[in-house]
């Protein structure tokens, strides 16, 4: 699965300045990333009125995805789902996922960035490998503000040179949960369902296939 990496702090900490550094430098080393950005303002306006896109969006869709040739924007109702499962419906393909905020995400690595020491989110989640702050402050894996290098570095050492030998080739999540399965269970679930697509007999569909993705709702059967 794709390795995923947030940073949190409080407002004004700086943590979008030093998140967006760090994935620069991660794009100049040659890796894909995405960015999930989490926050607490509402009314935000990701289309205007008079577009398409808008009136869509006042008639009730759901979810409005604007395709054009240079970029794709969608825009959607709030779900109750987690960060891991956002990153794996949305970016399954990517080397890594950076988020920003989630901090009270389950099962995330995250980074802590903050500039008063006396309030520390460290203290009150789980899951901080590392900060980033201009203060003084001991511990293990500590970055100033302006090391966006390095902590780009330490991330790529932790999550991506290795990843390709650690991380499994099928992924199972419950209700937004991933489950941590054994190399034989993740071999036996693709097979299985491997075996289910290739005897509907789809013809030029069932050649080259590289992913399958199934999603069920048993809410539904």
Do not use: C
């Not at 009150?124 to 003084?136: C, K, L, M, P, R």
């Not at 036996?188 to 399958?212: C, D, M, P, Q, Y």
């Amino acid at each position: 699965m794709v390795p995923i990496v947030t940073f949190i702090g409080w407002h004004d900490s700086g943590k979008t300045t030093l998140a967006s550094s760090v994935v620069k430098h991660l794009k100049q080393s040659g890796y894909s990333v995405a960015v999930i950005k989490s926050t607490k303002e509402k009314g935000i306006q990701f289309d205007t009125p008079g577009t398409d896109t808008h009136t869509h969006t006042q008639a009730g869709a759901d979810a409005v995805l604007l395709v054009a040739p240079d970029q794709m924007v969608m825009l959607s109702r709030k779900r109750d789902e987690s960060l891991i499962s956002l990153a794996h419906r949305y970016f399954p393909d990517v080397d890594i996922v950076i988020g920003e905020g989630f901090k009270n995400a389950r099962h995330v690595a995250k980074i802590e960035v903050f500039r008063n020491s006396e309030q520390l989110l460290r203290d009150q989640v789980t899951g901080v490998i590392a900060v980033a702050s201009d203060e003084q402050i001991s511990g293990d894996y500590i970055f100033r503000l302006d090391e966006a290098a390095e902590l780009a570095s330490f991330i790529e050492k932790r999550f991506l040179v290795s990843s390709a030998k650690t991380s499994g080739h099928t992924t199972l999540l419950i209700n937004g949960e991933r489950v941590v399965m054994k190399d034989f269970v993740q071999d036996a679930l693709a097979g299985s369902i491997e075996g289910f697509v290739n005897s509907l007999k789809l013809g030029e569909k069932n050649k080259n296939i590289r992913t399958l993705d199934l999603r069920i709702n048993l809410s539904k059967t």
